[in-house]
């Protein structure tokens, strides 16, 4: 997954997804399909927080 400020601009964080990113909720949250085992199919949920070091 590739981060983005609200203008637009990449951050550098190539971020490696347990699975599939579903969706990307208004709250932030992120969806991620992890497993499709019949009778155990995994929706894990997760929330990025990013932080501005350098203020």
Known sequence: M???DLEGNYIP???RLPGILLVVDKD???YI???DEPGNK???I???K??????
């Open 2 to 4: 590739k981060v983005y």
């Open 13 to 15: 964080s190539d971020i």
């Open 28 to 30: 932030g949250r992120c």
């Open 33 to 35: 399909y992890e497993s």
């Open 42 to 44: 995994v929706i894990g």
């Open 46 to 48: 997760y929330e990025l």
């Open 50 to 55: 990013v932080v501005d070091r350098d203020n």
